[in-house]
């Protein structure tokens, strides 16, 4: 029907048009089929004489489901389908997948251009093999582009100087793809199956092979802070006073154990004066920080723009299919030893907001920028094309922003700042105070996320008498471990080996979904969460366990290297090992059940309340759905009969009791979502009564036929 010379086969839509456009200025689409709000196109081109098309996939045609359909667990006996047959959020693959079969099976040969990591490759792999009817033979023989950027400059020559298809990544990635099935799967069925046969309760839960050890970390770190103990200290501060200056000092023990030492030398100087001991100064080199890898992206993006990492990976990915940076998946913290970087730099000093800084760089006669150690073989760090933005939103804007600083500060040299320490004696105790100035801004002027306070001091000599304004006793405690951000979750997961630059984000956001986690900024294990991992350690904690999902990391990752004879030894391995934790978990479904049942009956409840009771001295506020009218609001959990308080609710969208309490009344905040178009509204149901609740409850009201009144 098509006969083409050759077909590129792309992973995205997106991608399909930069490829096309890169290899041909006269390029056609043409529309396969149109329903809806969906098109499914692909570009014809003739290059050097040949009729070429470029058309894509959209991610994942193919997923793994059961041969036959079971609720039993274990199951090993699995297959690779149409992914809209697997999954029914997935219907409007279908017609990519047909277009793949029309156009493929109508060309006299296949270009690969995939993205070039373990995930494109398998998506490639399944479409040669179940598509284009290829062995692993022939795919070996395939053809494919590899390249980091959508730059014409790189498509065009990856496409001329093409590499071979690496089989072996595919099977690594298969491989991985049959055990997470396998593992998620069974583990999963035992944890419902459990709670079901118990309780007759259904509830979607999951455990996966790394989503188990990622969970069991934030555990970890929760039961650290239960188990702490504070410890009481204090310190010693004294304000001096010199030519209408003041300078604060602490005790140069910062944390004082015995409460009468600390005493002892509050009495032993209030009042009196201070002799500068000594004056030291030091500078100190800033060096710039290394280029973006994933991870540190994520990290850096949720500390200096809020964002979640899996956001972060969402926002990542659409601008690199827009042209403007690099392949985000990637660990490595090189740049391309290829890169003309003055070239890279002139593009970017043509969009105004960085042109200025751009032309600093441009001044200087070598441009050498700072890297880091990490490697990544398939793909260089992340790092901005110069292309110019287009119809950004806002959000990836901010991200786009910070990727272009990072790399310019790559250029800018070093940063240099001097520390001054004073060392005050009073009465034979001695004082310091520490200032900060900037000397030289370096790179910290291209990298406007850096803060660095000054603290400046004034000029003192050795000798020197100062006036003792105040002396204080201040009184703390130590704090307990801190509770793991999700992007410093995503950096221990990475340094203990555990799931890909890629898969990290998707399980914490897992977590997120199964309500085992809370928390934007701070993550705190739910009850239901808490009790999946104490069954599970209880029971089986191999599920659990950092050094078993290590274990198998390592051998996907040697996958790549030795091929299908690993795999086969690997799968067998990792057969044997589900079938013993499953028996396990089977011989205690009982109480399995009943533990879960509990913990989610206890969730549940906890995450209706609301606070204590503005009306009466015993109750506390909670969301209630009335059994005779169904309308729902927040009431005391007194009422009827003891306490009449209540707050009205609108009855259309989705309500939920966030952590985050009213500075004003100590109450918990309600996020209201009112549709997928419509931003929540999050308030207090006290403070903010009038201006969030009448409103939304009046619309509501008047939206279901009532009046405002009874509303």
């Given at each position: 029907?098509?006969?083409?010379?050759?077909?590129?086969?792309?992973?995205?839509?997106?991608?399909?048009?930069?490829?096309?456009?890169?290899?041909?200025?006269?390029?056609?689409?043409?529309?396969?089929?149109?329903?809806?709000?969906?098109?499914?196109?692909?570009?014809?081109?003739?290059?050097?004489?040949?009729?070429?098309?470029?058309?894509?996939?959209?991610?994942?045609?193919?997923?793994?489901?059961?041969?036959?359909?079971?609720?039993?667990?274990?199951?090993?006996?699995?297959?690779?389908?149409?992914?809209?047959?697997?999954?029914?959020?997935?219907?409007?693959?279908?017609?990519?997948?047909?277009?793949?079969?029309?156009?493929?099976?109508?060309?006299?040969?296949?270009?690969?251009?995939?993205?070039?990591?373990?995930?494109?490759?398998?998506?490639?792999?399944?479409?040669?093999?179940?598509?284009?009817?290829?062995?692993?033979?022939?795919?070996?023989?395939?053809?494919?582009?590899?390249?980091?950027?959508?730059?014409?400059?790189?498509?065009?020559?990856?496409?001329?100087?093409?590499?071979?298809?690496?089989?072996?990544?595919?099977?690594?990635?298969?491989?991985?793809?049959?055990?997470?099935?396998?593992?998620?799967?069974?583990?999963?069925?035992?944890?419902?199956?459990?709670?079901?046969?118990?309780?007759?309760?259904?509830r979607v839960l999951s455990i996966g092979r790394v989503q188990g050890p990622t969970l069991n970390l934030i555990y970890d770190r929760e039961r650290e802070i239960e188990s702490f103990v504070p410890k009481k200290f204090w310190s010693v501060k004294i304000i001096f006073g010199v030519n209408g200056l003041e300078i604060e000092t602490i005790y140069f023990e910062n944390r004082i154990w015995v409460k009468d030492k600390a005493l002892e030398i509050v009495g032993s100087c209030e009042g009196k004066k201070g002799i500068v001991k000594n004056?030291?100064?030091?500078?100190?080199?800033?060096?710039?920080?290394?280029?973006?890898?994933?991870?540190?992206?994520?990290?850096?993006?949720?500390?200096?723009?809020?964002?979640?990492?899996?956001?972060?990976?969402?926002?990542?990915?659409?601008?690199?299919?827009?042209?403007?940076?690099?392949?985000?998946?990637?660990?490595?913290?090189?740049?391309?030893?290829?890169?003309?970087?003055?070239?890279?730099?002139?593009?970017?000093?043509?969009?105004?907001?960085?042109?200025?800084?751009?032309?600093?760089?441009?001044?200087?006669?070598?441009?050498?920028?700072?890297?880091?150690?990490?490697?990544?073989?398939?793909?260089?760090?992340?790092?901005?094309?110069?292309?110019?933005?287009?119809?950004?939103?806002?959000?990836?804007?901010?991200?786009?922003?910070?990727?272009?600083?990072?790399?310019?500060?790559?250029?800018?040299?070093?940063?240099?700042?001097?520390?001054?320490?004073?060392?005050?004696?009073?009465?034979?105790?001695?004082?310091?105070?520490?200032?900060?100035?900037?000397?030289?801004?370096?790179?910290?002027?291209?990298?406007?996320?850096?803060?660095?306070?000054?603290?400046?001091?004034?000029?003192?000599?050795?000798?020197?008498?100062?006036?003792?304004?105040?002396?204080?006793?201040?009184?703390?405690?130590?704090?307990?471990?801190?509770?793991?951000?999700?992007?410093?979750?995503?950096?221990?997961?990475?340094?203990?080996?555990?799931?890909?630059?890629?898969?990290?984000?998707?399980?914490?956001?897992?977590?997120?979904?199964?309500?085992?986690?809370?928390?934007?900024?701070?993550?705190?294990?739910?009850?239901?969460?808490?009790?999946?991992?104490?069954?599970?350690?209880?029971?089986?904690?191999?599920?659990?366990?950092?050094?078993?999902?290590?274990?198998?990391?390592?051998?996907?990752?040697?996958?790549?290297?030795?091929?299908?004879?690993?795999?086969?030894?690997?799968?067998?391995?990792?057969?044997?090992?589900?079938?013993?934790?499953?028996?396990?978990?089977?011989?205690?479904?009982?109480?399995?059940?009943?533990?879960?049942?509990?913990?989610?009956?206890?969730?549940?409840?906890?995450?209706?309340?609301?606070?204590?009771?503005?009306?009466?001295?015993?109750?506390?506020?909670?969301?209630?759905?009335?059994?005779?009218?169904?309308?729902?609001?927040?009431?005391?959990?007194?009422?009827?009969?003891?306490?009449?308080?209540?707050?009205?609710?609108?009855?259309?969208?989705?309500?939920?009791?966030?952590?985050?309490?009213?500075?004003?009344?100590?109450?918990?905040?309600?996020?209201?979502?009112?549709?997928?178009?419509?931003?929540?509204?999050?308030?207090?149901?006290?403070?903010?009564?009038?201006?969030?609740?009448?409103?939304?409850?009046?619309?509501?009201?008047?939206?279901?036929?009532?009046?405002?009144?009874?509303?």
């Amino acid at each position: 029907m098509f006969n083409y010379d050759a077909t590129i086969l792309c992973e995205k839509p997106k991608v399909c048009f930069k490829i096309a456009k890169a290899l041909s200025k006269s390029t056609k689409k043409v529309v396969f089929e149109k329903k809806r709000k969906i098109e499914v196109y692909r570009y014809e081109m003739n290059v050097n004489g040949e009729r070429i098309a470029v058309v894509p996939a959209v991610g994942h045609v193919f997923s793994l489901r059961e041969t036959n359909k079971s609720f039993d667990y274990p199951v090993f006996n699995i297959k690779w389908d149409f992914i809209y047959k697997v999954d029914k959020n997935a219907k409007h693959v279908e017609p990519y997948i047909k277009q793949l079969q029309a156009v493929l099976n109508k060309s006299k040969k296949v270009f690969v251009a995939c993205d070039y990591d373990v995930e494109g490759q398998t998506i490639a792999y399944n479409i040669l093999r179940f598509i284009c009817g290829l062995t692993d033979e022939q795919i070996a023989k395939i053809p494919r582009m590899k390249f980091s950027s959508l730059t014409d400059t790189e498509l065009k020559a990856s496409f001329n100087n093409p590499i071979q298809f690496e089989v072996n990544m595919a099977l690594a990635g298969e491989t991985r793809a049959i055990m997470d099935w396998w593992w998620g799967i069974n583990a999963s069925r035992a944890l419902m199956n459990a709670l079901k046969r118990k309780n007759s309760v259904f509830r979607v839960l999951s455990i996966g092979r790394v989503q188990g050890p990622t969970l069991n970390l934030i555990y970890d770190r929760e039961r650290e802070i239960e188990s702490f103990v504070p410890k009481k200290f204090w310190s010693v501060k004294i304000i001096f006073g010199v030519n209408g200056l003041e300078i604060e000092t602490i005790y140069f023990e910062n944390r004082i154990w015995v409460k009468d030492k600390a005493l002892e030398i509050v009495g032993s100087c209030e009042g009196k004066k201070g002799i500068v001991k000594n004056v030291k100064e030091r500078d100190s080199i800033l060096s710039p920080p290394v280029p973006f890898n994933l991870s540190d992206l994520l990290v850096e993006a949720h500390s200096k723009l809020n964002f979640n990492p899996m956001y972060t990976q969402q926002l990542a990915q659409n601008l690199y299919e827009n042209g403007l940076i690099s392949y985000p998946r990637t660990n490595s913290q090189k740049l391309p030893a290829s890169m003309d970087y003055r070239e890279i730099l002139e593009r970017i000093s043509k969009q105004e907001e960085f042109k200025s800084l751009a032309l600093k760089l441009l001044a200087k006669d070598k441009l050498i920028p700072v890297e880091g150690k990490k490697t990544d073989p398939a793909h260089p760090c992340i790092y901005p094309t110069g292309e110019k933005p287009v119809n950004l939103s806002v959000q990836e804007k901010k991200l786009y922003n910070l990727i272009v600083h990072r790399f310019l500060a790559l250029f800018a040299g070093n940063a240099v700042v001097k520390h001054k320490i004073i060392t005050v004696e009073v009465k034979g105790q001695l004082f310091k105070a520490s200032g900060v100035q900037i000397k030289k801004l370096g790179w910290i002027e291209f990298y406007p996320y850096y803060k660095q306070k000054e603290k400046m001091l004034p000029e003192l000599r050795p000798g020197q008498e100062l006036e003792n304004i105040e002396t204080k006793l201040l009184e703390g405690e130590t704090n307990p471990p801190p509770r793991y951000s999700p992007a410093k979750l995503i950096k221990e997961l990475e340094k203990n080996n555990l799931g890909t630059k890629a898969t990290r984000a998707p399980i914490i956001d897992k977590l997120y979904q199964r309500k085992y986690i809370k928390g934007k900024k701070s993550i705190v294990i739910e009850d239901l969460g808490k009790a999946v991992i104490e069954v599970l350690r209880k029971y089986c904690p191999e599920i659990v366990s950092v050094e078993l999902t290590r274990y198998f990391e390592d051998k996907l990752e040697r996958i790549i290297s030795e091929g299908e004879k690993l795999k086969i030894s690997v799968l067998k391995d990792a057969k044997k090992k589900i079938q013993d934790i499953m028996m396990k978990l089977k011989e205690k479904e009982d109480e399995i059940g009943e533990f879960l049942y509990n913990a989610l009956i206890n969730q549940l409840k906890n995450s209706k309340i609301i606070g204590p009771c503005i009306k009466c001295e015993d109750g506390y506020l909670k969301l209630i759905v009335s059994k005779k009218t169904g309308k729902r609001f927040i009431g005391c959990s007194n009422w009827p009969d003891k306490c009449s308080f209540s707050i009205p609710l609108p009855q259309k969208g989705r309500i939920e009791v966030l952590e985050t309490k009213c500075n004003k009344c100590g109450l918990k905040k309600i996020e209201l979502k009112l549709g997928k178009s419509r931003r929540p509204l999050v308030f207090c149901p006290k403070c903010n009564y009038e201006r969030y609740f009448l409103k939304t409850v009046a619309t509501a009201a008047v939206e279901d036929g009532q009046s405002i009144k009874s509303a």
